[in-house]
């Protein structure tokens, strides 16, 4: 089955305490990128990835890190987490231009 | 700057309805539409892509038109049910833009 893969679905972090979540797809995708949903704000795209070791920022990229070392995997890293980082993050693949985004089923994050 | 607009924001409606969601774009050069159903808290559901070349798709009870050229496109939901009740997102896929960019969303009530 087709589907992207993110861990975990829900955390709960002190500030400042490093923390990764990973997201995985299984359908060869070459596209990757990450988004993050606030309330009143929408979907917001923090970073993406048109292939291996290849990453760019998109529009809220402060405070977040990525790699792209394997085609099926892109890890969201939070060095240093803040409350402001409170929200659902998604991840999503699709591949070359002009096709279907399959999302994944979204982590909640809590900063306290 | 691409910009997505839904209307309405919320609907509230009996079971058994037609409907038709609204959503429109700024900028005409899209490669493709897509259209989620989002439930409270969880991850998106793709229901339809449609690429830029085509007028409308089709699955199931759901209808979604694109015209490019005025920039809009709709979602019609036949014989509403109370499973129905959602978020709808619409998003467009820019090639300049290298993200999908969503509108608001509309959130659907259905009651028996």
């Known amino acids: 089955e087709a589907q992207v893969t993110q861990n975990p679905r829900y955390l709960i972090t002190v500030t400042g305490k490093k923390l990764t979540v990973t997201c995985s797809q299984n359908?060869?995708?070459?596209?990757m990128s990450w988004y993050r949903q606030d309330p009143g704000l929408g979907l917001r795209q923090i970073y993406y990835?048109?292939?291996?070791?290849?990453?760019d920022k998109g529009d809220v990229p402060e405070g977040y890190k990525v790699s792209r070392k394997e085609k099926r995997n892109f890890p969201l890293i939070l060095e240093s987490p803040s409350p402001n980082q409170t929200s659902l993050y998604f991840c999503?693949?699709?591949?070359?231009?002009?096709?279907?985004?399959?999302f994944g089923q979204g982590t909640r994050l809590t900063v306290v | 700057k691409q910009e997505v607009t839904q209307i309405p924001a919320a609907l509230s409606v009996p079971e058994g309805e037609n409907l038709v969601l609204n959503c429109s774009f700024t900028?005409?050069?899209?490669?493709?539409l897509q259209w989620f159903r989002q439930d409270p808290g969880k991850g998106l559901t793709s229901l339809l892509l449609i690429q830029s070349s085509q007028r409308e798709q089709t699955s199931g009870r759901l209808n979604a038109s694109l015209d490019k050229s005025s920039g809009r496109s709709t979602l019609y939901i036949a014989a509403s049910q109370p499973g129905d009740s959602a978020t709808y997102l619409c998003?467009?896929?820019?090639?300049?833009?290298?993200?999908?960019?969503f509108g608001a969303g509309t959130r659907l009530a259905v009651h028996p």
């Open positions: 900028d005409s050069a899209i490669y493709n």
């Open positions: 999503a693949s699709r591949t070359v231009l002009g096709t279907e985004a399959f």
């Open positions: 359908m060869n995708h070459e596209y």
């Open positions: 990835s048109m292939n291996v070791e290849v990453t």
């Open positions: 998003a467009v896929f820019s090639g300049g833009y290298n993200k999908l960019i």
